[in-house]
C-alpha cells in the first residue's frame, strides 16, 4: 500500500531547491490525498477483520442451536429476531459451568496476591539490601523468565500426587505463583531500585523498621508497577488452561478447562462454548479497557517473557 | 557466594554503589523477604529442571537407565518428527508474519487520527484466551460456507471469478433418452437431425436449488434448417412423474443448460437453453449427438478444508497472529514514537519517497525493537499448544501437532514420560540462548 501509493507523491514532490513546504504543487497534494485514502481504506479492512471472529462468536452465542445449525451468525442482521438471550440462561442453569466459574475468580485471585506479595518482599530485598551475592541471585533469577512451564508439567505432577495436592486449588495456585515469580521479581526490582534514597533514608530516620519502610513506603511508591504485574498476572492465570488442565481435577477445574471437555463435540456443544467463551471473555476484556495503560506498560516490561 | 566481592562486599571504587541499605540491613532480615520466593522457585522452576534432566535418562517406568533413547525417539518417532516440522514452520512463519503486520500497522496508524481506536482493536485479542481464541477461530474456519465466515468469503470471491454450475445432481430419468457420456456428462443415444424436435429430460434437482430465471418449460416448435428442443426438469411435485418424457405445463425449464452438438468426438455447434428450457441450434449440428457437458453438473464449490490435514497449520498460524500482532504493533509503535521526526523528515526534503523513506530510515532504526519482539513471539510460539488442541478437530490433530502438545500427550495420556521429559529438555535447551542473552543484558545494569 504504501508502495504503490508512495512513488507518485515521491516523484512529484522533489522540489525544486529551496521550495517551500506549503508550495507543493497541486499534483503532490493530491498523490498524498489519494495514498491517504489509501491507508484508510487498508486500516478500516484490517480492523473489520480483526472484528469479525469476536464479533462470530458474540452473535452465535446469541441464537438457538436450531439456527446455528441451518446458518451462518450473520442472518442475524437480516433476521433480528433470531436474538436471544436462552443460551446464556441455560449456561447459567450448568453447575459444571458456574462452579467452574467460580472456580476461575478462586484460583486467580490468590495466584495474583501471592505473586505480588512475595515478588514485591523479595524485589525489595534485591533492590535495597545488603547481602552476599545479592546480584548474582537475581541474574539467576532473571535467567529463569524464559522457563518454558512445559519442563515442570511432569516433575511437579508426581511431586504433587506424593505430597497430595494434586487436583487442589493449592496446587494450581502455587504452580502459577511460581512461574509467576521470575517476571514478578524482575520488574519490582527494577522499579523499586529507582526509589529515591532520599525518601527511603527521611523514613528510617523517622524511626521505620525494614518492614514498616517496605509497608508505608516501598509499596505505595511501587502502585505503578505493582498494577502492571496485577494485570498481567491475573489475565495470565484466568486465561490460563494448561495448568489447571493438568493440575485440577473435576471440582477446581476454572472455566477454560470445564469448556475444553465440550470442544471434542464442537459442533453439538456450540451452544454451551459460544456463550461459555464469551463469559470467561468478559472479565478479562473489562480488565484490558479499564487499565489498558498499565496492560500496556506490562507488556513491554514482559517482552523479555 | 563467592562472586559477592565482585558486587557487594567489598566496595569497588570504580563503581559506587548507590543503593546501599539505608537500615544497615541485618542478613537475618534480607533471608526473611526472600525466603518466600526461594523456596516456591526453588521447588517449582528449578527442581523440575534438573528432574526432568535427569528423568529423560531413564526408561518409561523409571526404573532402568536408557541412555540417550529418549531423546532418539524425538527424531525417530513419527508423531515428534511430525510435532518437530511444524514447530519448524511455527517458529518461522508466526514471528515474522506478526511482526511484519505489527510494523506496518504501527507505521500507518501514525497517519491517521483513529490510530488509537484501530491499535485497540488489534491489540484487543491479547486480552483473551487461547481457549476463548481458539474457539472464535473454530467457528471461523467452519467448512460449511453457510456457517463458517473464511469459506463464506472465500466462496464469495472465487463464485464471483468463476461461474458455479446450477444443475449439481441433475440426471437423466428413467426411459430417458440420454445416456451418461463419462466424466459427468449426458449424451442422446441418437443423432439429431434438422426440423426435428429434441427431447433432453433430465431430473433430481431440488426446487430450491433451480436457477431464479428458471420458467415453466414449454416444447419446442419445429422449424426447417435447424435443431429444436427444450431441457427441462420432467417432474411435476406431488405427482412425480407428470408425462415421462412429455413437456408438463407445471415443470420448469434448465435456465441456462450448455448444450454441444458432437459429431467424430469434435463440438460442431453449441448453444445455451433459455429460461423455458428451450434452446436452438443451426444445420451444422445435422446428424451429430446432443451433449449436455460435465460443466452443467459440477458439485457447487464449497470452499477450502481450512481444518483439514494440508492446511491445519496455516489455519492455526493464522488465529496466532490475530492474537499477537497487535502486541508487535504496540511494542513497534513505542520503538517508532522514540525515532526522531527530523531524519525522516530529512529523508523526504532529499527526494526519497515513502517507501524509500520507510525501507532505509525507519526500518533500520526500529532494527533493535523488531528483534526484540520477534525474538519474544519465537520463545512464545516454541511453547504453543492451547491454539492447537482447541482448533485441530480430532481428526486432523495429528497432522497439526507441535512439541507442547506431543508432551501433553506423551506424558499424560500415553505414560511416557521418559520421551515427554527429553521433550521438555529439548525445549528449554532451544530458549537458553534467549536466557544467556537476558542475563548478559542485565549484568551490565545491575553493575551500575
Redesign the interface.
Known amino acids: 500500500m504504501t508502495a504503490d501509493a508512495g512513488s507518485p507523491t515521491g516523484a512529484a514532490r522533489r522540489p525544486p531547491a529551496g521550495t517551500a513546504k506549503g508550495k507543493r504543487s497541486l499534483g503532490s497534494r493530491l498523490a498524498e490525498g489519494v495514498s491517504g485514502g489509501l491507508v484508510r481504506v487498508f486500516l478500516i479492512v484490517v480492523g473489520l477483520f480483526w472484528l469479525v471472529p469476536t464479533i462470530g462468536l458474540l452473535l452465535s452465542s446469541l441464537r438457538t442451536p436450531r439456527d446455528l445449525a441451518a446458518s451462518g451468525w450473520w442472518e442475524v442482521f437480516t433476521q433480528p429476531s433470531q436474538l436471544t438471550f436462552d443460551a446464556y440462561e441455560e449456561l447459567l442453569k450448568n453447575g459444571d459451568i458456574t462452579s467452574s466459574l467460580v472456580n476461575t475468580v478462586l484460583i486467580t485471585v490468590p495466584a495474583t496476591v501471592l505473586v505480588v506479595v512475595i515478588g514485591s518482599l523479595a524485589g525489595y530485598a534485591f533492590a535495597w539490601m545488603e547481602f552476599p551475592g545479592r546480584d548474582w541471585w537475581f541474574l539467576g533469577v532473571v535467567g529463569l523468565l524464559v522457563v518454558p512451564v512445559q519442563v515442570a508439567l511432569i516433575p511437579i505432577a508426581e511431586l504433587f500426587g506424593e505430597i497430595g495436592l494434586f487436583g487442589s486449588f493449592l496446587g494450581v495456585i502455587l504452580f502459577h505463583v511460581g512461574f509467576g515469580l521470575p517476571f514478578a521479581v524482575f520488574l519490582l526490582r527494577n522499579f523499586f531500585a529507582e526509589i529515591p534514597r532520599e525518601l527511603l533514608e527521611a523514613a528510617r530516620l523517622d524511626g521505620a523498621g525494614e518492614l514498616r519502610l517496605f509497608a508505608r513506603v516501598v509499596m505505595p511508591l511501587g502502585g505503578p508497577a505493582i498494577a502492571s504485574l496485577g494485570i498481567f498476572q491475573f489475565l495470565w492465570v484466568w486465561n490460563d488452561m494448561l495448568v489447571a488442565l493438568i493440575f485440577s481435577d473435576s471440582g477446581s477445574q476454572p472455566i477454560t478447562v470445564a469448556l475444553q471437555t465440550q470442544v471434542r463435540q464442537f459442533g453439538n456443544n456450540i451452544d454451551v462454548l459460544a456463550p461459555g467463551a464469551f463469559i470467561s471473555m468478559v472479565i478479562p476484556l473489562a480488565v484490558f479497557f479499564a487499565f489498558q495503560r498499565q496492560f500496556v506498560s506490562g507488556v513491554m516490561a514482559g517482552a523479555v517473557k | 557466594?563467592t562472586?559477592?566481592s565482585a558486587?557487594?562486599?567489598s566496595p569497588a571504587p570504580a563503581a559506587p554503589k548507590?543503593?546501599?541499605?539505608?537500615?544497615g540491613?541485618r542478613?537475618t532480615?534480607?533471608?526473611l523477604?526472600?525466603l518466600?520466593?526461594?523456596v516456591?522457585?526453588g521447588?517449582?522452576?528449578?527442581?523440575?529442571?534438573g528432574?526432568?534432566l535427569v528423568?529423560s535418562f531413564y526408561d518409561q517406568s523409571g526404573d532402568g537407565f536408557a541412555g540417550f533413547d529418549n531423546y532418539q525417539a524425538l527424531f525417530t518417532d513419527d508423531g515428534i518428527r511430525t510435532a518437530l516440522k511444524n514447530n519448524v514452520i511455527w517458529v518461522v512463519f508466526a514471528p515474522t508474519v506478526a511482526t511484519a503486520l505489527g510494523l506496518?500497522?504501527a507505521?500507518?496508524?501514525e497517519?491517521?487520527r483513529w490510530g488509537t481506536a484501530?491499535k485497540?482493536?488489534?491489540f484487543?485479542?491479547?486480552?483473551?484466551?487461547?481457549?476463548?481464541a481458539?474457539?472464535?477461530?473454530?467457528?471461523?474456519y467452519d467448512q460449511d460456507p453457510?456457517?463458517?465466515?473464511a469459506n463464506?468469503v472465500w466462496v464469495g470471491v472465487h463464485d464471483t471469478f468463476a461461474q458455479s454450475s446450477a444443475f449439481p445432481k441433475a440426471h437423466p430419468g428413467r426411459e430417458s433418452p440420454l445416456r451418461p457420456a463419462g466424466g459427468g456428462a449426458f449424451i442422446t443415444k441418437e443423432p439429431v437431425r434438422t426440423g426435428q424436435v429434441v427431447t433432453l429430460p433430465l431430473v433430481g434437482v431440488a426446487p430450491d436449488q433451480m436457477p431464479d430465471d428458471a420458467k415453466n418449460a414449454v416444447a419446442a416448435r419445429p422449424e426447417d434448417g435447424r435443431i429444436t428442443g427444450t431441457a427441462w426438469q420432467d417432474f411435476t411435485r406431488g405427482k412425480g412423474v407428470g408425462k415421462l418424457g412429455g413437456v408438463d405445463a407445471s415443470e420448469l425449464g434448465y435456465a441456462g443448460m450448455k448444450i454441444e452438438a458432437v459429431k467424430d468426438g469434435k463440438v460442431v455447434a453449441s448453444t445455451t437453453a433459455a429460461g423455458d428450457g428451450t434452446f436452438t441450434l443451426p444445420a451444422a449440428a445435422d446428424g451429430a449427438q446432443l451433449r449436455l457437458p460435465a460443466d452443467n453438473f459440477k458439485e457447487p464449490y464449497n470452499g477450502l478444508d481450512w481444518l483439514g490435514p494440508s492446511l491445519v497449520t496455516p489455519a492455526i498460524i493464522g488465529s496466532y497472529v490475530?492474537m499477537w500482532a497487535g502486541?508487535a504493533m504496540?511494542?513497534i509503535a513505542?520503538g517508532l514514537a522514540g525515532v526522531p521526526r527530523e531524519l525522516l523528515e530529512a529523508a523526504?526534503v532529499d527526494?526519497?519517497?515513502?517507501?524509500?523513506v520507510?525501507r532505509r530510515v525507519t526500518v533500520p532504526l526500529l532494527a533493535p525493537v523488531l528483534a526484540?519482539?520477534t525474538v519474544?513471539l519465537m520463545?512464545n510460539v516454541?511453547?504453543i499448544?492451547?491454539l492447537v488442541?482447541?482448533i485441530a478437530?480430532?481428526s486432523s490433530q495429528d497432522d497439526a501437532n507441535v512439541l507442547?502438545l506431543e508432551?501433553?500427550r506423551k506424558?499424560?495420556s500415553e505414560d511416557q514420560?521418559g520421551v515427554?521429559?527429553a521433550?521438555?529438555?529439548f525445549?528449554?535447551l532451544l530458549?537458553i540462548p534467549?536466557?544467556?542473552f537476558?542475563?548478559r543484558r542485565?549484568?551490565r545494569e545491575?553493575?551500575r
Open positions: 557466594m562472586s559477592a558486587t557487594g562486599a548507590s543503593r546501599k541499605s539505608v537500615t540491613t542478613r532480615v534480607a533471608a523477604f526472600l518466600p520466593a526461594f516456591l522457585l521447588a517449582l522452576v528449578v527442581y523440575p529442571i528432574y526432568s528423568r506496518v500497522f507505521v500507518l496508524t497517519r491517521v484501530f485497540l482493536v488489534v484487543m485479542p491479547m486480552a483473551i484466551s487461547m481457549l476463548a481458539g474457539i472464535i477461530f473454530r467457528l471461523v453457510d456457517k463458517g465466515v463464506a490475530w502486541f504496540v511494542l513505542a523526504r527526494g526519497a519517497n515513502e517507501w524509500q520507510f526484540v519482539v519474544t520463545i516454541l511453547k499448544f492451547d488442541f482447541i478437530p480430532g507442547a508432551l501433553y506424558g499424560f514420560p515427554a521429559s521433550i521438555s529438555v525445549l528449554l530458549v534467549v536466557m544467556w537476558n542475563i542485565l549484568r545491575v553493575r
